[in-house]
Structures are given as structure tokens and as C-alpha cells.
């Protein structure tokens, strides 16, 4: 099916399952519940969601396949989201234009960066696209302020063209960003009992173009292409003595992780009209390399499970704080629960980053090919277990 494995075809499958029904799967606990504080289920968390998951799948394309580990990749995503915000100020506020140019500027972008970078390999290369995202940082807060906004960031007006579309709306104000009259920020809300599902024409569009990005690179990693990178990170000395030039391949795999990390770059401008140099910063770019490596690089689910991870972590476990730690062990004599709280405090809300970490560190040393590795672990337990008992079961019945 879709020229896929029945494996990947599977795969596939599961991936569409779970992002069409995010909003059930992510608010598992009926509202004023205690444990609401962990439902995920709502827009703006679930577009990061997907839209992190596209910046992870096309980083694995680079590191995962290719082994050439970038610290700059968040230029891109930068630039993807400027690319996105122009198009909104000067042409229309229909997405489809602003993600197309987001992802063509993003790619002829990292066509420069990756022309350069890749003329050194290993640490040298990650140095490179490190400096070039920084360059890049500094100079979308600084030198190129007319065209980024500098410190404010880059913002719709009231004055802006928008050749193709309104202005301003009948009431005054900055239209919103829509597909062909859809806004992105509209949302039908299911109350069902105690639970508020709600399903956000944003996400959806968003989890559209990580389904498209997601059976891309399936694609190339079943493809002779993807078979040339695994070779390049397996041993490039040993194919240069074979004659073959492996810097087309991996320029190609650079060029395309580049144009991923413009779609999803794209798509939050398309999300929330603002573009700001932040999103360039060496942070973001380390951020990706962790969702890629907890997940599991070189797999293809492995990076989306990394990214959902880390933006869990970052948006719900990060606002747990210590009156609902005391509301949860309410049912603790008074002292007793001041010292839990007390030893549980360092790891949650603003302390999330140290939770986060330990994280990392145990999947590190124990899972090095991320949670992929440790699902698979499991389901080798449980087959084993399976077909132990059913070696019992027939060692126990009586013969014929």
C-alpha cells in the first residue's frame, strides 16, 4: 500500500491513528479532576506537538540516517517561520503560500550552510552549523532588525499589504491566518460527562503535514538514497575508496532536513502570526538533538515520541508546583507531607529540566536506541512470556 512495506505500511497506520485522535488520547482524566493537571488535549500544545515531531523527523533524515550531527538546525526553523510571516504581511493570510515559501527559502537556505559545513565532518561539522546558527541568531536580533523585527520579533500590522487578501477586517482588526477561510485558530469543543474534547482546525492541519512528512521519510529510508546514507554513516573512508563521492549524498540529506525544518517553522508562524529570533538560538537547536536521541535516532517513530516527550515535560510537567503537590498528599500527616513535597519540589515545575536529564542520562546508558528500544524490549518480554506458557501449556497436555 503506498508502495510501502506491510511493516511500514503499519506504522503508517498507527501514526494517523494517534494524531487523528489526539484530542481523546491526550485528556485521558475528566475535567476538575485531580489529575486534569495532566491532560494534554488542548490546541496549542497538541500543534507543538506535531509541529516539533516534522523538526525531529527531518533532523533523524541528517543525524539518524547520515550520522553528521548538526547544532544549528533551529536557523532554519527561523527561517522558515520569517519566510512565513512575510508572506502573511505582503501577499494573504492563507497559510498554503506562507508554508510553500517557508519551506523553499528554508532550503535554499541550508543549501549555503550545508555547501560550507560539509566540507569538514564529525565535530568539526557540528561546530560549523553551530556558528552559523548563531551568526544567523545575532544577526536576526541586530543588523537585520528592518527585516526581523529584532528584539519584538516579526509582527503583522494594520499597515501591511497583503496584496492578495484584506487588509484588516470589518471590525478593525489584524486578520488571522486561514485556509481558504478556515482560521487556524477555530475549534469545535465535544463535552462529553466530565471530559472536554476539543478538536482544533490548526492541529489538524499541522498533523496533515507531519502525516505527508512522516510517509516522506519512510520513503527515503527504504530508498537506494537512504541506503547510500547509511553507508556514509557506516563507514565513508571505505566508500571513498570505492570511488564513490559521498558530499552530493549527504548535502541532499542536509538540504532536505533543512526544508523540514522550514515546514515546521512554517507552520507556527502559521499557528501564531510572530516570528522571533529565539527560535534560532543554540537552545532550540540542542532541543531537537534530544528529541532525537530520547526517541531514537535512526528510527522513524523514534524522534515524534522524543518530541511529544520533551513538549510534555516542558508545557504540563513544568506547571505542577508545590500547592498541587500539597493538594495530592493532603491525605499525609502535616509533617510528613511537607518533607515529600519537599523532596519532590526540586523536579517538578521550574526544576523540570533536572527531571528531563535524569531522563536522558538512564535512556543514555541503558536504552541507546531511545524509548524505540526500550518499546521493542518490552514486547520481546512479553512474546517470550507468551510463548513460554504456551510451551507449558503443551508439555502439560495428556497425549493422545
Same mark, same amino acid.
Given at each position: 500500500?503506498?508502495?510501502? +512495506? %506491510? %511493516? ?14 489526539? #484530542? ?5 482524566? /475528566? ?11 488542548? #490546541? ?44 502573511? %504581511?505582503? @501577499?494573504?493570510?492563507?497559510?498554503? #503560500? ?5 519551506? !523553499? ?13 560539509? *566540507? ?8 560549523? &552549523? ?15 532588525? #528592518? ?31 486561514? @485556509? ?8 469545535? +469543543?465535544?463535552?462529553? =460527562? ?21 510517509? @516522506? ?30 558530499? /552530493? ?33 543554540? &537552545? ?11 526517541? =531514537? ?13 520533551? $513538549? ?45 536529564? !535524569? ?8 536504552? /541507546? ?7 521493542? $524490549? ?5 512474546? *517470550? $512470556? %507468551?510463548?513460554?506458557?504456551?510451551? $507449558?501449556?503443551?508439555?502439560?497436555? /495428556?497425549?493422545?
Amino acid at each position: 500500500m503506498l508502495g510501502l +512495506e %506491510k %511493516k511500514d505500511f503499519r506504522l503508517l497506520l498507527i501514526v494517523i491513528g494517534l494524531t487523528l485522535f489526539a #484530542p481523546f488520547l491526550l485528556n485521558p482524566f /475528566p475535567e476538575g479532576s485531580e489529575l486534569a493537571q495532566f491532560n494534554a488535549g488542548y #490546541p496549542d500544545l497538541m500543534q507543538r506537538f506535531v509541529i516539533f515531531g516534522i523538526f525531529a523527523i527531518g533532523f533523524n533524515i541528517l543525524f539518524g540516517l547520515t550520522g553528521y550531527l548538526s547544532f544549528g538546525h533551529a536557523a532554519f526553523l527561523g527561517v522558515g517561520s520569517y519566510a512565513a510571516v512575510w508572506m502573511f %504581511k505582503l @501577499l494573504s493570510m492563507n497559510v498554503l #503560500p506562507a508554508i510553500f515559501l517557508s519551506v !523553499i527559502i528554508a532550503g535554499l537556505f541550508s543549501l549555503i550552510i550545508g555547501y560550507v559545513s560539509l *566540507r569538514r565532518s564529525g565535530i568539526y561539522f557540528s561546530i560549523l &552549523t553551530l556558528a552559523f546558527a548563531q551568526m544567523s541568531f545575532a544577526l536576526a536580533y541586530s543588523v537585520l532588525t #528592518p527585516i526581523t523585527g529584532g528584539e519584538t520579533g516579526l509582527q503583522l500590522a494594520l499597515s501591511d499589504p497583503r496584496i492578495f487578501g484584506e487588509a484588516q477586517t470589518a471590525t478593525g482588526n489584524i486578520p488571522v491566518p486561514a @485556509l481558504f477561510g478556515l482560521e487556524m485558530r477555530s475549534s469545535l +469543543e465535544w463535552d462529553v =460527562g466530565g471530559w472536554l474534547f476539543t478538536f482544533n482546525a490548526g492541529y489538524y492541519l499541522a498533523a496533515f503535514f507531519m502525516i505527508v512528512a512522516f510517509y @516522506l521519510a519512510i520513503r527515503i529510508f527504504r530508498s537506494p538514497f537512504g541506503m547510500m546514507l547509511r553507508a556514509i554513516k557506516s563507514n565513508q573512508t571505505r566508500m571513498a575508496y570505492t570511488g564513490l563521492n559521498a558530499r /552530493p549524498y549527504t548535502l541532499a540529506a542536509f538540504v532536505i532536513s533543512g526544508m523540514y525544518a522550514g515546514l515546521a517553522g512554517g507552520l507556527m508562524a502559521s499557528m501564531d502570526p510572530l516570528a522571533g529570533a529565539e527560535r534560532m538560538q543554540w &537552545t532550540a537547536s540542542g532541543e531537537v538533538v534530544l528529541m532525537t536521541i530520547l526517541g =531514537g535516532a535512526g528510527t522513524l517513530i523514534g524522534p515524534v515520541l522524543g518530541a511529544g516527550m520533551i $513538549k510534555y515535560f516542558e508545557n504540563i510537567f513544568s506547571k505542577i508546583n508545590s500547592t498541587i503537590l500539597h493538594d495530592w498528599f493532603a491525605f499525609l500527616p502535616d509533617g510528613l507531607e511537607d518533607i515529600v513535597v519537599a523532596m519532590i519540589y526540586p523536579f517538578i515545575g521550574k526544576g523540570w529540566h533536572l527531571t528531563l536529564g !535524569i531522563m536522558f542520562m538512564l535512556v543514555v546508558i541503558f536504552l /541507546p536506541g531511545g524509548l524505540v528500544q526500550g518499546g521493542q $524490549k518490552l514486547a520481546g518480554l512479553f512474546s *517470550r $512470556k %507468551k510463548a513460554e506458557d504456551n510451551t $507449558k501449556s503443551s508439555a502439560t497436555e /495428556p497425549a493422545e
